[in-house]
């Protein structure tokens, strides 16, 4: 199991949040996404471009990491062969670090080239053989990128050729393999991941043109984190929590119609733009490409009802008559008196501010308990209909 959790450049706790849960042997990577190229013009000091990916596993070592597919551009440099054969030649000369017959001393030899026969050769077996040695631009001594016998293997393979650049020295070349993807890096600067246009705007053309989410992340950096982690042609269960908008539906569903998967998601959301933004965005992606359906199912409010009254409250006296209501049906915090002592009513109603009041009697609701229990399922008082109860037991593969 991976766990991929977003966190903006100014909430960087999030790491030692999952450090504790998960632990830190656990992490697999963070990541640099630069979601906002731009930078944020609104930034005192620094302007940020940028939001971390952190990533763990519930046990290091087990899950695996996929290549990505190269981009175009890198495809666009392997201009020999066709199809999955495409190939470049590249320098057999190594430059930069460990690049000395010190640091590489097995990798320094002669390579004898006889160029009527077209013959590469370790052996000095004729006169007319050129002898080329590891040399740089400067004429230093640098290693070649294999040792004797590997180089002969690509020989044999006819995977080094050798020819003279326009001012006529010796150049050993040995063909590079188009490969099938690359290994992620940490800092993701692709375009793809500039939430405003392929979030934003992505949500807006799906909406006919209304902002409905303020911050959607970019699709492609949640495609991108679904496909380096899932098999192709899986059908792992991927949960987000913390639904917003439903870029990780959108996002599965795309990874399923293009890499033909059969991935599954739950989403979570606690505020009521699921019924506006979250749900509407998954209806709409599947019906547009017909990519099978999804349930959508609320929490049974229990202290929540009450949370939902206090807040439409129009008078104190309404609220103190709330109050009665909380004090002799539902679950007050543990420190809360179920008596309601006169004074404190007074003291309550004296305050005069309904907002104030609206924010003292939420804090007598037990948080706990803003929904049904699954274990109080069958406790009558809650009246939890047959319909209800099978849909749970389903979900819960009872
Ligand atoms: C930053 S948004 C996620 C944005 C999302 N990735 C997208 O692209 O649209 C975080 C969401 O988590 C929700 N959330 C926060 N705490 C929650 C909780 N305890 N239960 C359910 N949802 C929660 C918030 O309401 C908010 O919509």
Redesign the pocket.
Known sequence: MIVVA?DDEEQAYLAVLCDEIFGRANHIGTLIVQSKPSGRTTDSYFATCHEYLHIYSKQIGLPTINFLELTDEQKSQYTEGTGKNLFRWRDFLRTGGLSTPEERPNSYYPIYYLPEKKQISLEKTSEKQIEILPLDSNGRKRVWRKTRPSFLEHVNDNEIKIEQNKSGQWKVRIIDKIKEGTRPKSVWTDSKYD?SAH?TKL?KNLFEGQKV?S???SIHA?KDVIEIFTEKEGDDIIL?????????AHAILEVNKEADSNHQFIL????D?VESV?VPRVEKVIKKENLGDFIYCELMPYNQAYMDKIQTAQSSEELVALWRDIAENSFLNWYVNEQMPEEAVKDFIAIDDMEKQKHLLAALLDKNQLYVNLAEIEDADFAVGEEDKRLNRAFYGE
Do not use: C, H, N, R
């Open positions: 977003i939430a979030g949500l989410f911050y959607p992340k949640v987000d929590f913390f639904a917003g908008s439903g870029t990780t979570v959301e606690q505020m733009y979250t």
